[in-house]
Structures are given as C-alpha cells and as structure tokens.
C-alpha cells in the first residue's frame, strides 16, 4: 500500500460511527409518516431519520415557485392521525406547518439529523448490517449503520428539476428558470413570461404569475386534463360549523374524498367519455363557446392515464379568460434570442422561460447500493409488493401513489414493514430478502409502473431506471389503492418469497 492509500484507510477509520436499529433516510412526509408508525407499533426499535437539506418536508421545502400547493386535498396527502383542519388544498406554506406540528407532537424532530446527506449505503452479510457514508454540514465525513433500511427519499433527484434539450436554448438572451430550483431574485412583474409546459405546475405558476406579468403564455405540445373544483367542501364546511371534533371530520372526509376518486378511477375506465365530458364542460363554461377547448383542452389519452391536474375555482381557466394569459398549444422548433420560434411558423417573444417540464426520476435517490461488495442494479431486481426488493436484505422503499394520494401508501407501506420487522423477532431472525420462488421463476417482467396505467413523461423517461414488477403476488405493483388496502394488511409473511435468517 502506498503512502496516500494508507492515509486514506486511516482516515476511513477514523470516521465517526452512530448505530441504529432502523435508519429512515428523508424527512419529507413520508420519512414523518414512517417515524410515527416505527415509534407507536415498534417503540423498542431505536431509528434517525438522515435529511440532506436543512430542514423537513421535502417536495414541499424544495420547491418554491409561485403559488406551491397541493393537488391533492390535505385530507388523505396529510396523515391519518393528524386532522387537517384547512381548506382541502393547500399552499406549502400550510404543508410544512402542518408537518412542523406533527414532528413536535410526536417527539419526531430530536431524530432528524439534518443537513446530513447519504452518499452510498452498503449491506454486509458478515455484521448483518447496512453501513451508510453520509457527509453532514457540507463536508463532515460520517458513518452510521442500521439494521433496516428504511427509503423515505421521494421518487425524484431534488438537487435539478428536468429540462428537455431544447434546440438553441442558449441563444437566449432573457432568464431561464425551472420551478425546481426557483431563484430567490426574480422580478417578473410587467414582463413577458412563457411557461412550457401544461402539468400540475404549470397550471398553478400561470395563474400564481398572471396578476404581477404583461402577459404569461402557457406553451404546451399537448393539452392536459384538468379538474375545476371548488377551493372549499361544502359538506366539511358544514360538519365545521355543527361543531363535529375535527377527529371525526378528518375521518369522513377522508372517506368522501375517497370514495370521489374510487368513482372518478372507475369511471375512467368504464365510461371515459361522460367523464371527459363533464370535465370539458367545465372548461367551457369557464372559457366560453368561443374558445377552441377541442384544440387546448382536449387530451389524447384516457383521463386518469396522467395525474388529474386540480384548478381551485377554475383559476387557470379564470385568468385565460380575463386575457392576463393565454395558452398556445404547438412545437418547439427552437429558442431564438428574444423567445420560442414555433414548428407552425409563429413565434413567441418573452422576457422570462419557465421550463415546466417535470423533474428527474430516481430508484432510490440515485444512491449506490451495494450487497455484500456486489453493486445493486434496482433495474434487475424485482419489485416485492413495490416495497422490498428481491436479492436486497433488510430494506424498504416508500413509493406513494401517483393517483390517489402518496401518503395513502406511505401508510400502507409503514404498518406492513413494522409488522415484518416485529415478525423477524418473533422468528428469533435478523435478515430478511425477498427472493423468487421456483414458481415465479418463469415470471415475465412488466415496468414498474405499466404504461397503460399511467403514463405521465416523468414516469415514461426513466422507468427503465426502477426496479421490475412480475404478474402475480406478491411481485406486483398496481398502484391501486383500493386493491392493495385489502391485499398489503392481508399479505402473508410465509409465502416463500421471504426467506429468513
Ligand atoms: C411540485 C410537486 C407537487 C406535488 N403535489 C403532490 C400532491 O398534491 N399530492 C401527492 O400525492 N403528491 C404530490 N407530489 C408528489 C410528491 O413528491 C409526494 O407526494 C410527496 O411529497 C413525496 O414525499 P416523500 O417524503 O416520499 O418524498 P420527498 O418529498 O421527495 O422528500 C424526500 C426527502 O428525502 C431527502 N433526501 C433525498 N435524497 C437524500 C439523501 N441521499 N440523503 C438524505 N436525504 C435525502 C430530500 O431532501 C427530501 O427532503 C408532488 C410533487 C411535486 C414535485
């Protein structure tokens, strides 16, 4: 060994090492989710969360653009046990006080270790153990190990949103920003602004800018669906005013929020077009019979295949409406000096490009895994209920939902891991991997999210990345979650595909 490498091996030695029982790694809402679950059904175990930023939430500290909020109602996207007592949708503002409240009342925050970032985590068989090498406070080298490793790290790369590679970007002579890493000083007011893009975050920054802009221009390449509704509930407003606890209201509204979408999912497959209709309507009373809805509202997909994007009140539709913006539905042929030269010809000029147009998706934070030296292709590797994998001991991944709300299955996720975890001590085990049985050998593989389920571009651009599904139990991933509410609870911790020890 030479001098450098010996010097490198004692510095490694050298680092500081912490042991717990569990490591959560995240501190978003579902590291939360998962650090109350692991205290009320395993108080014994002894867990941290590690977080790289430097305070909780997450999606909901890391992205600051104008008008962040939820597209969900806060009902079932906030915990089963912590009433939201909010109108349904909800600013990040509201979010992260929420989740502030909830880390306080469940003693959580003495276990965040913020500004900690996980840099590699590594399994050995000898310690049966996880050894994770984390550098805190920007440069500090640090070690901790666990015996469970709990994922709670999201499902996209927080450090850069996604941005297409546009011909000529950088001939543009105004700003560029992605919602993602929004800068602090920028002054948009009186200035001309596109945002490419038609999602969910798009739909909130247009209407958020369109009152300070000249003008915004929202540039898609196909329309979106969208679903206006109603800022408040009616029945929870009323339930507020008759003096129901908030526990009881928090749990019916809860139930009619889900029992609306159990409808809205059905009908999406059963009678797309009414369903199509009744939304398309909705446009049209909001933008008027003038208004091409055939050529700016109108999807080629089957509603539900993407995200419904929420509009509270109709307000993307309200400020197309009022002319403070507007919508070009076309291609980009490329960026010019002064805007977006357009493949019909026309041109768009602005001060200001917001790119829309999503972020980076990641199997496991894009952190390298090793088991016992070898690296862990998640690709290869078969998705366990979409929670463990196979040939990776000792290690859970909170992936939500994309339809329903992504706590629901936080919460799924969270009771059935514990209840693995109590079923090792009772088995007298230490490890256990996933790993297919000699029926489930001649399997034939399906992406972890079937395309003809959902097919948003985030999931479609790297879904080569995420770990693969099989077609039976327990190797499948439905992202339904009125299916798995009955079959996670129900899962049998005997079946062969978790081989103990
Ligand atoms: C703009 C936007 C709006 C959304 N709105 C909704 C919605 O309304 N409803 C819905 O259901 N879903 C929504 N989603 C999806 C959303 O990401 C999830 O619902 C949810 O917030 C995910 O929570 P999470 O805790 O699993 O992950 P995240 O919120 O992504 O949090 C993960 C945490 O892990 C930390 N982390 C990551 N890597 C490391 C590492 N290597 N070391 C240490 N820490 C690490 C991150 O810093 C972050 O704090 C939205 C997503 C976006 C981008």
């Known amino acids: 060994m030479n001098m450098p490498e010996s010097r490198n091996a004692l510095q490694r030695e050298q680092v500081p090492v912490s042991h717990f029982d569990v490591l959560i790694v995240g501190a978003g809402i579902s590291g939360i989710d998962t650090a109350y679950h692991l205290r009320q059904q395993c108080p014994e175990k002894s867990f941290a969360l590690l977080e790289s930023q430097e305070s909780f939430g997450g999606t909901w500290l890391t992205h600051k653009f104008p008008g962040i909020r939820s597209d969900s109602d806060l009902f079932t996207f906030g915990f089963k046990w912590k009433p939201w007592t909010g109108v349904p949708i909800a600013t990040a503002e509201e979010i992260l006080n929420y989740l ?94 596109i945002v490419i893009g038609s999602g969910a975050t798009a739909a909130t920054i247009v209407p958020a800018m369109a009152g300070d802009c000249e003008h915004v221009t929202m540039l898609q390449r196909s329309p979106t669906y969208f679903y206006a509704r109603p800022k408040n509930d009616e029945v929870i407003d009323l339930l507020r005013k008759l003096d129901i606890p908030k526990e009881w209201i928090h749990e019916i509204a809860r139930r009619k929020v889900l029992h609306d979408q159990f409808e809205t999912t059905r009908r999406s497959f059963e009678e797309p077009e009414s369903l199509q209709n009744e939304l398309l309507g909705a446009a049209r009373a909001y933008l008027g019979d003038d208004f091409d809805i055939k050529k700016h509202f109108t999807p080629n997909y089957r509603v539900w295949r993407q995200r419904l994007a929420v509009i509270p009140d109709g307000d993307l539709y309200k400020c197309i409406r009022s002319g403070k913006a507007s919508v070009v539905t076309d291609q980009i042929d490329s960026f010019t000096e002064n805007g977006i030269a357009l493949k019909s010809g026309e041109t768009l000029d602005a001060d200001i490009i917001v790119t829309a147009t999503g972020f980076n998706m990641s199997a496991m934070g894009g952190i390298p895994f090793s088991v016992d030296g070898q690296h862990v292709d998640f690709s290869k590797c078969w998705g366990h209920r979409g929670i463990l994998f196979s040939g990776v001991p000792n290690m859970a991944w909170v992936f939500g939902y994309l339809r329903t709300s992504w706590t629901m299955r936080a919460d799924l996720v969270s009771v059935f891991v514990c209840r693995l975890l109590k079923h090792l001590e009772e088995k007298g085990a230490s490890v256990v991997t996933p790993q297919l049985r000699e029926e ?11 395309s003809e389920n959902f097919n948003a571009g985030y999931v479609m651009r790297k879904i080569h990345l995420m770990p693969k599904q099989g077609d039976r139990e327990p190797w499948v991933f439905s992202q339904d979650y009125f299916q798995e509410r009955d079959t996670i609870p129900a899962a049998d911790l005997e079946d062969g595909t978790l081989i103990y020890r």
Request: glycine content about 6%.
């Open 440 to 450: 489930d050998k001649d399997m034939s593989a399906r992406p972890f999210i079937e």
């Open 100 to 193: 502030g409240e909830a880390i306080e009342e469940q003693q959580i925050s003495e276990h965040i270790h913020y500004r900690h970032q996980v840099k590699s985590a590594s399994w050995s068989g000898d310690d049966n153990q996880w050894t994770l090498e984390v550098v805190c406070n920007d440069g500090e080298q640090q070690r901790f190990t666990c015996n469970f490793l709990w994922m709670c790290q999201g499902y996209y790369q927080h450090s850069e949103g996604y941005t297409p590679d546009f011909p000529g970007i950088e001939r543009f002579t105004g700003r560029i920003v992605h919602p993602q890493t929004w800068p602090d000083d920028l002054d948009y007011k009186n200035k001309r602004v």
